[in-house]
DNA sequence: CCTCATTATCGTCATTTGTCTACGTTTTTT
DNA sequence: AAAAAACGTAGACAAATGACGATAATGAGG
């Protein structure tokens, strides 16, 4: 719970107090993943998010011939969900499974509605999360749209030079919307 | 304002009160633009968003080749802005320009805040438009990395028929990440 | 009605990226 | 330790897309 805390304060306007975040922490349930488990499939409907406090994920899915395209690559300190199933309560489209044994805080809708309501401080939190990831996703769009396979290695490894190391060449070829070959190909210069 | 009023009303569980209505349109300020005016310019920083009542917009940037890349594409009912540069008050990486004579509404970022506060049914819809903004990038980029650009377009076209009226090709082109040739080669078919 | 800018298309050629098969290495599992 | 799976690289070829110049069609503005 403890990188929970710092990773809250690093959100907010004003340090979060003991007493407030002794309420989050009771909304949060810890869990463990092994490597290759997933926390999602395609059908299911998720009900919650889940805070990685450790370990590593993916998100994926896969296409009508049969081919896995990565969506979203997870790690410390990154949340792993499907928000479009999550508000709308449809099957999701996607698999999210971890690439690495996980320890996880997983938080309930109810319970995220219920905080966001309750704690003002948790409230403050959400919509900043929500900012920064609209900004993101706004990136990756143009970068998407505007750059070679090459470009948006580039990019990509200057954002998050953590996540070389952390997953396989493959997946973030995927991730970028390249084949492996081509990212092996475009490295090699 | 009627417009706004019957746009909102769609994106809240209870029907807003002409009360609450009043108060909401007393945060917005009538715009009139002509057709290719610059609602934003590179450089700047923008302190509200606009919702276009009438007419055609689209944003995008130029990028170090010079070549400009359409991020956006805009109509009735849309929202334009930069949500990076209105909430980092950072400069604008991008242009707003009208396609078309535009009538709209502009809230700054004081009376947004001061409206999220203060009328609960403002905020309830704010975190509505963000939920579906959220779910539509990730359906815009899990489409960019793993269609190809028949594909994006037959999406494209599947999800926003009116825009195919609204906008040249080249435009929905350069929104789709491929050029006018390439676009206009791939339906021929 | 005329003019000029905008837009769409076409052909050719270059470049990028994908596909497939193979191979060697590393890592994981048994 | 042995076997199996996962991973990165390579080469040859195919397919998709970009670049460019030319031209025709369209539409807006005077």
Redesign the interface.
């Known amino acids: 719970m403890k990188s929970l805390h710092a990773y809250l304060n690093r959100y907010v306007s004003a340090l979060i107090s003991e007493k407030d975040f002794e309420m989050i922490a009771g909304h949060f349930t810890p869990m463990e993943l092994k490597k290759k488990q997933y926390l999602l499939k395609e059908g299911q409907v998720i009900d919650f998010f889940a805070f990685i406090v450790k370990g590593a994920m993916r998100k994926y899915?896969i296409?009508d011939k049969g081919?896995e395209?990565v969506?979203n690559l997870y790690i410390e300190n990154w949340w792993a969900g499907d928000?479009?199933s999550f508000?709308?309560l449809t099957p999701s489209r996607y698999y999210i499974e971890t690439c690495e044994p996980c320890e996880i805080l997983v938080i309930t809708r109810e319970n995220k509605e219920k905080l966001c309501r309750e704690c003002p401080v948790f409230n403050e939190f959400i919509l900043k999360l929500?900012?920064k990831?609209?900004?993101a996703?706004?990136k990756?769009?143009?970068s998407?749209?505007?750059s070679s396979a090459r470009e948006r290695y580039d990019d990509f490894a200057a954002r998050y030079p953590e996540f070389l190391q952390r997953f396989p060449q493959h997946l973030i070829a995927?991730?970028?919307?390249i084949t492996k070959d081509t990212l092996s190909r475009v490295l090699k210069q």
């Open positions: 899915y296409d081919k395209h969506i928000r479009e508000a709308l929500d900012e990831y609209s900004v996703s706004q990756r769009i143009a998407s749209i505007s995927s991730y970028l919307g």
